[in-house]
Structures are given as C-alpha cells and as structure tokens.
C-alpha cells in the first residue's frame, strides 16, 4: 500500500499500539501528528519517531476540536484518523466505581466519537477520508471483571458500522 500520500492523526500516538501504529505509517511514507495527555511522553515518542506533537485529552471537546484543526494545519490537509486512544479499567461488577466506568467511556468511546465526528467535517468536505478505529478482542466477547472496558469496545465496534453506512458516500 502506497502510503506516501497520507496525512494521518494517530491518537494515543506515544505508548503501545498508537506508537506502533505511528512508526510504521512514518517508516512508510507518511506524515504523522500523534497526540497525548502526557507532554513529556508525547515529546519523546514524537522526537524517536519523527512525528508531530499535539498534546490533547479525547475525552475533552475543546481538545479535540483543536486536535483537528491543528492536524489540518501541520500536515497542510489531512486523510487518515486512527482512532487509538484508550484506556483499560476493570472491575467486578460490585464493585464499578461509577466516576471511573464513566471517565473510561469518556476517554474510550465519547472522545473516539468527537474525534470521527470533527474529523467526519473535514472529510466529507473534502468527498475522501479514512477513520480507523482501533477496538480489541474485548469487544467480541466478555470476560470477568471486563464490564467496563469490554463495554466501550463492543460499542467502538457497533459505532464503526453506523459511521461505515453514514460516510461510505463521501468516500
């Protein structure tokens, strides 16, 4: 695949599979932003990988809002969102802790919704676009202790098919 031509955001760019994602883009042809709550991981990943750094939390609007426009700007025109950005939080299911089921669907499912959906503006004004969201084995299945991760996954998945239905005619 000729990726030269790709402007890509990858979020949760600067540990695990988000780093990985980015290097291999990079190592390809690509040019990558890679965003990150955490600056000083951020500025290291971005220096070892030759990308660039846009410090934003998903699960604020206000970031993500600026993510993508800042993305737009750096890459002069962007085409390729990965949706990485995740956290795992496991519990019994007696003893979910509601703040903490609600900021891992804040950062795992409602910030990888405004991501696509600021990122959904810009493409369909622009009739082409790629948005890759990065789900897991937990949202096949469940296991123990998996409510609250497991739920943001199987949701991740079932919003990737509506945006597919949604989007497909704008390429």
């Known amino acids: 695949m000729d990726l030269k031509n790709a402007k890509v955001l990858v979020t949760g760019g600067s ?27 951020l500025e290291q990943a971005a220096k070892e990988l030759g990308a660039i750094p846009v410090l934003a939390d998903v699960s604020k609007e206000s970031d993500v809002i600026q993510l993508i426009g ?13 949706n990485n950005a995740a956290y795992g939080y ?4 007696t003893g979910i802790d509601t703040a ?27 009739n082409y676009g790629n948005i890759v969201n990065i789900a897991s084995s937990a ?3 469940g296991f123990a202790n998996g409510s609250p991760y497991c739920a943001t996954k199987f949701a991740l ?6 945006w597919r239905a949604e989007l497909r005619k704008h390429n």
């Not at 998945?157 to 509506?162: I, L, P, Y």
């Open 100 to 126: 903490k089921f609600n900021d891992v669907l804040m950062t795992n499912i409602t910030g990888a919704m405004m991501c696509g959906r600021e990122s959904a503006k810009y493409f369909t004004e622009k």
């Open 15 to 41: 540990l695990g599979i988000g780093y990985a994602a980015a290097k291999s883009l990079i190592d390809a042809g690509a040019k990558v932003v890679i965003c990150g709550r955490d600056e000083k991981k």
């Open 70 to 82: 800042k993305t737009i700007k750096a890459l002069d025109g962007y085409n390729v969102l990965i």
């Open 90 to 93: 496991f519990s019994p299911l």
């Open 139 to 141: 949202g096949t299945g």
């Open 157 to 162: 998945r079932g919003m990737n098919e509506c």
